[in-house]
C-alpha cells in the first residue's frame, strides 16, 4: 500500500516556482547537524558567508519545525529523521537502553555478529532496527539509486543510512572512519588511504584559535570566560576560554575527541567529498542520497554550551567547510542538480549559569544527591521486594518481567517517593501515566518516546532549565523547546529563499524528500510529506 502517489505539479512549484518542468534531482545530500539550533543559526546569519549562507538564500526554510517527542538523544533522533518514525513505533528508544531479553544495557546500534572491519573490534550496523529509511524506499523504488552514509558517530551514520546502505562510515578511535562486516568485508582502498593521510595523533600538534576576531566574538555573543564551561586546557588552572591547545590532551584524548571538534568536522565533509567522486554520485539519471552527520557542534556544545565563543566559532567554520563542500557538489553534479536537506537531531540548553545571569530560575541537578538517592532506592527496592526486579540504566528505570503487581507498586512507591525529592526534578513518571497522560504538546511528546514494550517503567523528568550535564557543560534530551526546535531547509542551486512558519515536525522530513522524488513510503509511517506553497 503506498500512502502518497506522485504528483508532478507540487513537486515542481517546491524549489521552481513558476517552473512545471519535473526536474528530479541526480542526488540528495541529507545534511545533519548534531545539535544544530535555529537559535544560533538565526544569531549568527549576518557572519555566514559559506554553506549555510548558501543553503539559506537558496532553499526552503521551516523556522517552526520540532521533534515531537521528548527524549531527544542522538540515536532515536537520527531514527526518526530517516524514517519518519517516532521512537514509540521505530523502537529506537535511546541512545542505550535496558534490554529486559539478556538483561544488559543495549547500545542502539549495536550488533553482536558483525565486527569493525578496520581493526576486528565489535561491529555496528542497523540489523537491529526494524524499521525500513528514506535510503530503503529509494533503493526500492530504484535498485540503481546509491545510498552512503557518514558522520563522525556510529549511531548517526547508521541510523541515516537505513537497513541497506551501499556505504555507510563512521569514525572511531582507532583514528579513521571505518565500517562493520554487516555493510562490507572490508573498506575500500580510498578510505583506507585518507584515514592514513588523515594521521589523527598528529592534530594534537593543532591550536584551536579564533577565526576571525576576537571583537566579532565579543559583540555577538556572551564572554568567553564564563562560569559553567568546561576547561580543556588541562593546566591546572580553569580558563575556559579560546585558543586551545591539544598538546596537553595527549594522543589518546584526541583518538577519541576527533569528530567532535572542528577538525573532525572539516575531514568529514573531505570524505564526503571524496566519496562522491569515487562513487560516482550524482552521475547519471539514477538519484543517489549520500547522508552527513556532522557532529563537532555536539561536542562542543555538551563543553561550552550553545552562546560560548567556541560554538560560534565552530559554527563559522561549518559554514566554511559547508560551503567548500556545496562548491564542489555543484560543480560536479551540475548546479541545481542537487537537492540538499540541513536539519539536526537536537538542540541543547543554555549553560544553566547563563540562563541564570538573564534572570532565568535554571540549575544542574546535584549528580552527588542523585546517585546517593539511587543507592537509597536500590537498598530499598531489594531489602522490600528482593534483587534483579528493577535495573536502572542511566535515569530510567526497568522492571523484570516477572514483576506482579504488588512488587510493581511497591518498585514504583519507592522510586518515587525518593526521587521527587531531587531538586530540579519536574516529575518521576510512570509508563503507564505517560501513555494515559492528556493532549497537551508536552504530553504528546512524552506519549511519542514510549515504545510500549522497550521502554522503561519509570522516567525522571527534568524541570524545565535544569540539566543533568555535572558539574560543567551543556545538555539535551528533554521534551523543553530548546531541545526539539531544530533547523529544517530543503535548498537547490538556483533556488529562492522561502520561509514557512507553518507548524511541522521531524517525521515529515523523510516522507517529504520521498515524495518529492517520487518514491513510495510505508503507510505506517507516522509523519506526512509536506505541502509545499
Ligand atoms: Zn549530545
Known amino acids: 500500500m503506498i500512502k502518497w502517489f506522485f504528483m508532478p505539479l507540487v513537486a515542481a512549484f517546491l524549489f521552481t516556482g513558476c517552473n512545471n518542468k519535473i526536474n528530479n534531482p541526480k542526488l540528495v545530500v541529507f545534511i545533519s547537524i548534531d545539535q544544530g539550533?535555529?537559535?544560533?543559526?538565526?544569531?549568527?546569519?549576518?557572519?555566514?558567508?559559506?554553506?549555510?549562507?548558501?543553503?539559506?538564500?537558496?532553499?526552503?526554510?521551516?523556522?517552526?519545525?520540532?521533534?515531537?517527542?521528548?527524549?531527544?538523544?542522538?540515536?532515536?533522533?537520527?531514527?526518526?529523521?530517516?524514517?519518519?518514525?517516532?521512537?514509540?513505533?521505530?523502537?529506537?528508544?535511546?541512545?542505550?537502553?535496558?534490554?529486559?531479553?539478556?538483561?544488559?544495557?543495549?547500545?542502539?546500534?549495536?550488533?553482536?555478529?558483525?565486527?569493525?572491519?578496520?581493526?576486528?573490534?565489535?561491529?555496528?550496523?542497523?540489523?537491529?532496527?526494524?524499521?525500513?529509511?528514506?535510503?530503503?524506499?529509494?533503493?526500492?523504488?530504484?535498485?540503481?539509486?546509491?545510498?552512503?552514509?557518514?558522520?563522525?558517530?556510529?549511531?548517526?551514520?547508521?541510523?541515516?543510512?537505513?537497513?541497506?546502505?551501499?556505504?555507510?562510515?563512521?569514525?572511531?578511535?582507532?583514528?579513521?572512519?571505518?565500517?562493520?562486516?554487516?555493510?562490507?568485508?572490508?573498506?575500500?582502498?580510498?578510505?583506507?588511504?585518507?584515514?592514513?593521510?588523515?594521521?589523527?595523533?598528529?592534530?594534537?600538534?593543532?591550536?584551536?584559535?579564533?577565526?576571525?576576531?576576537?571583537?566579532?566574538?565579543?559583540?555577538?555573543?556572551?564572554?568567553?570566560?564564563?562560569?559553567?564551561?568546561?576547561?580543556?586546557?588541562?593546566?591546572?588552572?580553569?580558563?575556559?576560554?579560546?585558543?586551545?591547545?591539544?598538546?596537553?590532551?595527549?594522543?589518546?584524548?584526541?583518538?577519541?575527541?576527533?569528530?567532535?571538534?572542528?577538525?573532525?568536522?572539516?575531514?568529514?565533509?573531505?570524505?564526503?567529498?571524496?566519496?562522491?567522486?569515487?562513487?560516482?554520485?550524482?552521475?547519471?539519471?539514477?538519484?543517489?542520497?549520500?547522508?552527513?552527520?556532522?557532529?563537532?557542534?555536539?561536542?562542543?556544545?555538551?563543553?561550552?554550551?550553545?552562546?560560548?565563543?567556541?560554538?560560534?566559532?565552530?559554527?563559522?567554520?561549518?559554514?566554511?567547510?559547508?560551503?567548500?563542500?556545496?562548491?564542489?557538489?555543484?560543480?560536479?553534479?551540475?548546479?541545481?542538480?542537487?537537492?540538499?536537506?540541513?536539519?539536526?537531531?537536537?538542540?541543547?540548553?543554555?549553560?544553566?549559569?547563563?540562563l541564570k545571569s538573564q534572570g532565568i530560575d535554571a540549575g544542574r541537578i546535584s549528580k552527588p544527591m542523585k546517585d546517593s538517592l539511587y543507592a537509597e532506592v536500590k537498598t530499598k527496592i531489594e531489602m522490600q521486594i528482593g534483587k534483579n526486579k528493577v535495573y536502572r540504566n542511566g535515569n530510567y528505570f526497568y522492571y523484570d518481567v516477572s514483576m506482579n503487581l504488588q512488587q510493581y507498586e511497591v518498585a514504583t512507591d519507592i522510586i518515587k517517593s525518593n526521587l521527587s525529592k531531587l531538586e530540579g526534578i519536574r516529575s518521576v513518571i510512570t509508563k503507564k501515566e505517560i501513555l494515559n497522560g492528556g493532549n497537551s504538546i508536552y504530553e504528546r511528546r512524552l506519549k511519542n518516546m514510549v515504545h510500549i514494550q522497550k521502554s522503561p517503567d519509570v522516567f525522571l523528568i527534568p524541570k524545565k532549565y535544569w540539566t543533568q550535564r555535572f558539574p560543567y557543560g551543556a545538555s539535551h534530551g528533554t521534551p523543553y523547546d530548546y531541545d526539539t526546535h531544530i533547523p529544517l531547509v530543503f535548498a537547490r542551486g538556483e533556488s529562492k529563499h522561502r520561509i514557512s512558519t507553518k507548524r511541522v515536525a521531524s517525521v515529515d522530513i523523510a516522507p517529504t524528500v520521498a515524495k518529492y522524488l517520487n518514491v513510495q513510503f510505508p503507510k505506517a509511517i507516522d509523519g506526512k510529506a509536506l505541502k509545499i506553497k
Open 37 to 354: 539550533m535555529p537559535e544560533l543559526l538565526d544569531k549568527y546569519d549576518h557572519l555566514f558567508t559559506g554553506g549555510y549562507r548558501w543553503l539559506k538564500d537558496n532553499g526552503n526554510s521551516f523556522v517552526n519545525t520540532h521533534h515531537d517527542y521528548g527524549y531527544l538523544v542522538t540515536g532515536p533522533s537520527h531514527q526518526v529523521l530517516s524514517s519518519g518514525r517516532y521512537p514509540s513505533s521505530g523502537g529506537v528508544i535511546g541512545n542505550y537502553w535496558f534490554n529486559r531479553d539478556i538483561k544488559k544495557s543495549w547500545y542502539c546500534v549495536e550488533d553482536t555478529i558483525a565486527h569493525d572491519v578496520v581493526n576486528g573490534g565489535s561491529g555496528r550496523s542497523y540489523r537491529n532496527v526494524e524499521v525500513t529509511a528514506l535510503g530503503d524506499w529509494l533503493k526500492q523504488s530504484n535498485p540503481k539509486s546509491k545510498v552512503v552514509s557518514i558522520s563522525g558517530k556510529d549511531r548517526t551514520a547508521i541510523l541515516l543510512g537505513g537497513k541497506n546502505p551501499d556505504m555507510a562510515l563512521w569514525y572511531k578511535n582507532h583514528g579513521g572512519w571505518t565500517t562493520s562486516t554487516y555493510y562490507a568485508e572490508a573498506l575500500p582502498d580510498w578510505v583506507s588511504s585518507f584515514n592514513s593521510k588523515l594521521n589523527v595523533p598528529s592534530y594534537t600538534d593543532s591550536v584551536w584559535t579564533r577565526l576571525l576576531d576576537e571583537s566579532i566574538y565579543t559583540s555577538n555573543t556572551r564572554a568567553d570566560n564564563f562560569e559553567g564551561e568546561a576547561d580543556w586546557s588541562n593546566d591546572g588552572e580553569y580558563n575556559p576560554t579560546l585558543p586551545i591547545s591539544f598538546k596537553d590532551r595527549g594522543v589518546k584524548t584526541m583518538l577519541g575527541d576527533f569528530p567532535y571538534i572542528p577538525f573532525g568536522d572539516a575531514a568529514m565533509l573531505r570524505l564526503g567529498t571524496l566519496s562522491a567522486e569515487k562513487l560516482q554520485l550524482g552521475k547519471d539519471e539514477n538519484t543517489d542520497i549520500l547522508f552527513l552527520g556532522l557532529s563537532a557542534t555536539d561536542g562542543v556544545g555538551h563543553a561550552f554550551g550553545p552562546h560560548s565563543h567556541e560554538q560560534l566559532d565552530n559554527y563559522l567554520r561549518v559554514d566554511r567547510h559547508l560551503g567548500s563542500f556545496i562548491n564542489s557538489i555543484e560543480s560536479s553534479v551540475g548546479i541545481g542538480n542537487t537537492l540538499y536537506i540541513l536539519t539536526s537531531d537536537h538542540g541543547s540548553i543554555a549553560l544553566p549559569e547563563y
